[in-house]
T-cell receptor
Framework: ETGVTQTPRHLVMGMTNKKSLKCEQHLGHNAMYWYKQSAKKPLELMFVYSLEERVENNSVPSRFSPECPNSSHLFLHLHTLQPEDSALYLC????????????FGEGSRLTVL | AQSVTQLGSHVSVSEGALVLLRCNYSSSVPPYLFWYVQYPNQGLQLLLKYTTGATLVKGINGFEAEFKKSETSFHLTKPSAHMSDAAEYFCAVSENTGNQFYFGTGTSLTVIP
């Protein structure tokens, strides 16, 4: 069993759909992250949660809405996305917000038609 | 802000040859340095990290990296490439005062039989 699990692994949606990405970590970590990975670009940090509180939001459009109901689960709610939002979305966790390396999930490949 | 530069977006080596992937960073404070590997359709996996202490760091799968403060570099090496090393490699930096990670754009390693 991997430490960070993401579902679904692949998602195709239209621009008017509403969908959610789910992340679960089994490492006992206190911080969780959403990253966006696009081809030939550095990983883009989207959101950071520490102890279920959002501590960072890097100017992400409101069509992306994160939710962290507890320290083990993280969601990314998607609504009226654009084709340029197609990317690999990676969830990660770390021991705390101020220390520890990132542990990544396998990612959710999103295609917006 | 920190920045990470990975020279060479694509590197090809013959099986059994030396692997050298370059990473330079800019940092105004002592950094923590990381190398991650990403296999196709998977998330990022930590190869090795430097935080403090010995500047030559050994990681998994026979990889190692050396922190050279004077050159602001953290190049990744492996004496003998294996076919299974073919993947995307990412260098990352974080400041030791927090856990904000900065990633390079990645280097795709091809191993030629």
């Amino acid at each position: 069993e991997t430490g960070v699990t993401q579902t679904p692994r692949h998602l195709v949606m239209g621009m008017t759909n509403k969908k959610s990405l789910k992340c679960e970590q089994h490492l006992g970590h206190n911080a969780m992250y959403w990253y966006k990975q696009s081809a030939k670009k550095p990983l883009e940090l989207m959101f950071v949660y520490s102890l279920e509180e959002r501590v960072e939001n890097n100017s992400v459009p409101s069509r992306f809405s994160p939710e962290c109901p507890n320290s083990s689960h993280l969601f990314l709610h998607l609504h009226t996305l654009q084709p340029e939002d197609s990317a690999l979305y990676l969830c990660a966790s770390s021991r705390s917000r101020v220390t520890g390396e990132l542990f990544f999930g396998e990612g959710s490949r999103l295609t917006v038609l | 802000a920190q920045s990470v530069t990975q020279l060479g977006s694509h590197v090809s080596v013959s099986e059994g040859a030396l692997v050298l992937l370059r990473c330079n960073y800019s940092s105004s404070v002592p950094p923590y340095l990381f190398w991650y590997v990403q296999y196709p359709n998977q998330g990022l996996q930590l190869l090795l990290k430097y935080t403090t202490g010995a500047t030559l760091v050994k990681g998994i799968n026979g990889f190692e990296a050396e922190f050279k403060k004077s050159e602001t570099s953290f190049h990744l090496t492996k004496p003998s490439a294996h076919m299974s090393d073919a993947a995307e490699y990412f260098c990352a930096v974080s400041e030791n005062t927090g856990n904000q990670f900065y990633f390079g754009t990645g280097t795709s390693l091809t191993v030629i039989p």
